[in-house]
T-cell receptor, first 112, second 113 residues
Framework: QQPVQSPQAVILREGEDAVINCSSS?????VHWYRQKHGEAPVFLMI?????EQKGHEKISASFNEKKQQSSLYLTASQLSYSGTYFC?????????????FGKGNQVVVIP | DGGITQSPKYLFRKEGQNVTLSCEQN?????MYWYRQDPGQGLRLIYY???????QKGDIAEGYSVSREKKESFPLTVTSAQKNPTAFYLC????????????FGPGTRLTVL
């Protein structure tokens, strides 16, 4: 089932902060975050696992609230390069493979 | 350099014609995926494969077919049965087991005239 991402779009000035969210109605085992620039392939940002473990290599932080089945991505001191569409992909409990359900995305525009 | 390639980048076809999109990876990944992306719709899974000669339908498999004869290759055929085939198609691969990042190819933009 497709997770719900909010807000749909965010416009912020360079240096400002923003939070984007990903929610699911199903129990989650992990949440993956990707960023896509227009016309390009999505690029991996991080994975958050049930139990608190995180795997990633970007200087963008995130949280995973297991009780609410929700993940939030924190864009702190935003840079122009943060612009793009952010997708969350969710994996439910019981999956034995790496199949993900992606949300519709959060469009982020950072202006000078 | 290891990576995942898709060709061509842009593809035009006449309505009623089948068309095959190429996806190749040299990352030695067991799992491969095909997604369709429409404006404002996110990524929707068409098919995925965990091992050679085996694949499973995703959420929107109708009108599409795939094959997995080699570990490196996972071509997608858009058949004439697909009602609205114009879209951006993304191929991805990953290590088989859960909680590993998916690596995406550059995508193929298919336009059916």
């Amino acid at each position: 089932q497709q997770p719900v991402q909010s807000p749909q779009a965010v416009i912020l000035r360079e240096g400002e902060d923003a939070v984007i969210n990903c929610s699911s109605s199903k129990a989650l085992y992990s949440v993956h975050w990707y960023r896509q620039k227009h016309g390009e392939a999505p690029v991996f940002l991080m994975i958050l696992l049930k139990g608190g473990e995180q795997k990633g290599h970007e200087k963008i932080s995130a949280s995973f609230n297991e009780k609410k089945q929700q993940s939030s991505l924190y864009l702190t001191a935003s840079q122009l390069s943060y612009s793009g569409t952010y997708f969350c992909g969710t994996a439910g409990c019981g999956y034995g493979n790496n199949r993900l359900a992606f949300g519709k995305g959060n469009q982020v525009v950072v202006i000078p | 350099d290891g990576g995942i390639t898709q060709s061509p980048k842009y593809l035009f076809r006449k309505e009623g014609q089948n068309v095959t999109l190429s996806c190749e990876q040299n990352l030695n990944h067991d799992a491969m995926y095909w997604y369709r992306q429409d404006p404002g719709q996110g990524l929707r899974l068409i098919y995925y494969s965990q091992i050679v000669n085996d694949f499973q339908k995703g959420d929107i498999a109708e009108g599409y077919s795939v094959s997995r004869e080699k570990k490196e290759s996972f071509p997608l055929t858009v058949t004439s049965a697909q009602k609205n085939p114009t879209a951006f198609y993304l191929c991805a691969s990953s290590i088989l087991y859960q909680n590993n990042e998916q690596f995406f190819g550059p995508g193929t933009r298919l336009t059916v005239l």
